[in-house]
């Protein structure tokens, strides 16, 4: 397969300016959105005109306690065959806590939370990530996440955490440079350490995306233009190997087309200033480094998995506890853990629920009409220590249960308005025609 080239993330809300946009070579679209058997029009047509699209996912959450579920996996599989995709991508991240483990609640963040850069949680990290190999059709390669928080007691950089992943389990990288500005500003670590720690050669591709800085915190918000301090550090990875491919990632706040291609040109200049000093990578992807589970792969230490045991049964419950914690402190209002920067917790926190009010208006766009202009307050207000225990649409229907039993609307037609909204979404089974249709007459009457 030939290398990737120059792409940009696909979001339903820029199909059509993803399509006119001249040069592009691939897209990457998040996994979750997508249903196998009705893929988007937009997405048949760019595979039509032979662009590759790369499933991205965001929910497995391979850098929890718990090993990776095989319903998720059997659904990322899915979509990585109906796209005909080269490879498929994910994070190392913790996106869930609780559960059996614990004997507690499941928590759901709702969002990319970083792993403790331990031996306990590397020896974890590289056991979910075989398991996800093993069910996964085609290459797997982990993204570097953005963080606000710094675990306690960490025993490895990112880079050597990253190094000892990739050699443990031959997983490629997703290099996400704009993530490694966000943990200079947010957590004090220098972006070209890192990249020289790095195992290059394991490079999938790279991401670029933009940010702003507010009090002190760099928000990675995919909804700014990508700044200069970003390419410099995408021109400082490029100076030391050639990626097969860059993509332009973009969530929110979406800008016209011709600043999108204002981006990807700045980006293609970044790429064309460069002077590599080591030759290309492979353009195959099945030229991955020896697989460290092959008795052929030979070494000690971390070049050797542990066996499954009692040794990686204990760290599994030692993690499950520590990020249920924090992640209760997060999600529910419980005192912050030891050893964790309470101001930093509390920002983070209030991240989190702003960013779940933000996801519940656009899975649920019937609430914020209902509610006007109070709908952001009473959200937070609800999630300030109410966790997410399922996804997003579940949260909207908990948030609607929430008002409705504390009696909190005080507009009595907006009260009933968000009561039918409540029942017609949280029966049984949906309503029948004939009650769809009494309904009708209802209000017209």
Same mark, same amino acid.
């Given at each position: 397969?030939?290398?990737?080239?120059?792409?940009?993330?696909? +979001?339903?809300?820029?199909?059509?300016?993803?399509?006119?946009?001249?040069?592009?070579?691939?897209?990457?679209?998040?996994? *979750?959105?997508?249903?196998?058997?009705?893929?988007?029009?937009?997405?048949?047509?760019?595979?039509?005109? /032979?662009?590759?699209?790369?499933?991205?996912?965001?929910?497995?959450?391979?850098?929890?306690?718990?090993?990776?579920? &095989?319903? +998720?996996?059997?659904?990322?599989?899915?979509?990585?065959?109906?796209?005909?995709?080269?490879?498929?991508?994910?994070?190392?991240?913790?996106?869930?806590?609780?559960?059996?483990?614990?004997?507690?609640?499941?928590?759901?963040?709702?969002?990319?939370?970083?792993? $403790?850069?331990?031996?306990?949680?590397?020896?974890?990290?590289?056991?979910?990530?075989?398991?996800?190999?093993?069910? @996964?059709?085609?290459?797997?390669?982990? *993204?570097?996440?953005?963080?606000?928080?710094?675990?306690? /007691?960490?025993? @490895?950089?990112?880079?050597?955490?990253?190094?000892?992943?990739? =050699?443990?389990?031959?997983?490629?990288?997703?290099?996400?440079?704009?993530?490694?500005?966000?943990?200079?500003?947010?957590?004090? =670590?220098?972006?070209?350490?890192?990249?020289?720690?790095?195992?290059?050669?394991?490079?999938?591709?790279?991401?670029?995306?933009?940010?702003? =800085?507010?009090?002190?915190?760099?928000?990675?918000?995919?909804?700014?233009?990508?700044?200069?301090?970003?390419? #410099?550090?995408?021109?400082?990875?490029?100076? +030391?190997?050639?990626?097969?491919?860059?993509?332009?990632?973009? /969530?929110?706040?979406?800008?016209?087309?011709?600043?999108?291609?204002? =981006?990807?040109?700045?980006?293609?200049?970044?790429?064309?200033? &460069?002077?590599?000093?080591?030759?290309?990578?492979?353009?195959?992807?099945?030229?991955?480094?020896? #697989? $460290?589970?092959?008795?052929?792969?030979?070494?000690?230490?971390?070049?050797?998995?542990?066996?499954?045991?009692?040794?990686?049964?204990?760290?599994?419950?030692?993690?499950?506890?520590?990020?249920?914690?924090?992640?209760?402190?997060?999600?529910?209002?419980?005192?912050?853990?030891?050893?964790?920067?309470?101001?930093?917790?509390?920002?983070?926190?209030?991240?989190?629920?702003?960013?779940?009010?933000?996801?519940?208006?656009?899975?649920?766009?019937?609430?914020?009409?209902?509610?006007?202009?109070?709908?952001?307050?009473?959200?937070?207000?609800?999630?300030?220590?109410?966790?997410?225990?399922?996804?997003?649409?579940?949260?909207?229907?908990?948030?609607?249960?929430? @008002?409705?039993?504390?009696? +909190?609307?005080?507009?009595?037609?907006?009260?009933?308005?968000?009561?039918?909204?409540?029942? *017609?979404?949280?029966?049984?089974?949906?309503?029948?025609?004939?009650?769809?249709?009494?309904?009708?007459?209802?209000?017209?009457?």
């Amino acid at each position: 397969m030939k290398n990737l080239g120059i792409g940009i993330g696909w +979001r339903p809300e820029i199909a059509d300016a993803v399509e006119g946009l001249p040069g592009i070579d691939w897209v990457e679209a998040v996994a *979750e959105n997508l249903c196998p058997g009705h893929l988007p029009d937009s997405l048949v047509r760019l595979r039509e005109r /032979d662009v590759t699209v790369v499933p991205h996912g965001v929910s497995l959450g391979l850098g929890g306690a718990d090993r990776p579920d &095989a319903g +998720r996996l059997a659904d990322l599989a899915a979509r990585v065959e109906a796209l005909g995709a080269p490879l498929v991508t994910e994070h190392i991240a913790f996106v869930r806590a609780g559960g059996p483990l614990t004997a507690s609640p499941r928590l759901e963040a709702g969002h990319l939370l970083p792993v $403790p850069r331990t031996r306990d949680a590397l020896r974890i990290l590289c056991e979910n990530v075989r398991i996800a190999q093993d069910a @996964l059709p085609v290459p797997l390669a982990l *993204e570097n996440i953005a963080a606000l928080i710094n675990w306690p /007691d960490e025993e @490895l950089t990112e880079g050597q955490f990253l190094a000892e992943l990739v =050699e443990r389990t031959g997983v490629r990288l997703l290099i996400d440079v704009a993530n490694l500005h966000t943990n200079r500003v947010n957590r004090g =670590e220098d972006p070209a350490k890192a990249l020289g720690e790095l195992p290059l050669e394991a490079i999938a591709y790279v991401h670029v995306a933009g940010g702003v =800085e507010r009090d002190g915190v760099w928000h990675d918000t995919h909804a700014h233009p990508v700044p200069g301090v970003v390419l #410099d550090i995408l021109a400082d990875l490029v100076s +030391r190997v050639s990626p097969p491919g860059v993509l332009l990632e973009r /969530d929110d706040a979406f800008p016209p087309a011709a600043e999108l291609a204002g =981006e990807l040109g700045a980006i293609r200049a970044t790429l064309g200033a &460069a002077k590599f000093p080591t030759p290309p990578l492979p353009a195959a992807w099945g030229a991955l480094p020896p #697989d $460290p589970r092959s008795s052929s792969a030979g070494g000690a230490g971390f070049g050797r998995p542990e066996p499954e045991g009692a040794q990686t049964e204990g760290a599994r419950t030692r993690l499950a506890l520590s990020q249920a914690a924090l992640l209760s402190s997060l999600t529910a209002g419980t005192p912050v853990p030891a050893g964790f920067d309470g101001r930093r917790v509390r920002v983070q926190a209030r991240m989190l629920a702003g960013k779940r009010a933000d996801v519940v208006a656009k899975v649920a766009p019937e609430l914020p009409r209902i509610l006007g202009g109070g709908y952001r307050e009473a959200f937070l207000a609800y999630a300030k220590s109410r966790p997410m225990h399922g996804g997003y649409r579940q949260d909207a229907l908990d948030f609607a249960r929430f @008002l409705l039993d504390a009696g +909190r609307i005080e507009d009595a037609d907006a009260g009933r308005r968000l009561g039918r909204w409540w029942k *017609e979404r949280a029966g049984a089974r949906p309503p029948g025609r004939a009650a769809r249709l009494l309904r009708t007459l209802v209000r017209a009457a």
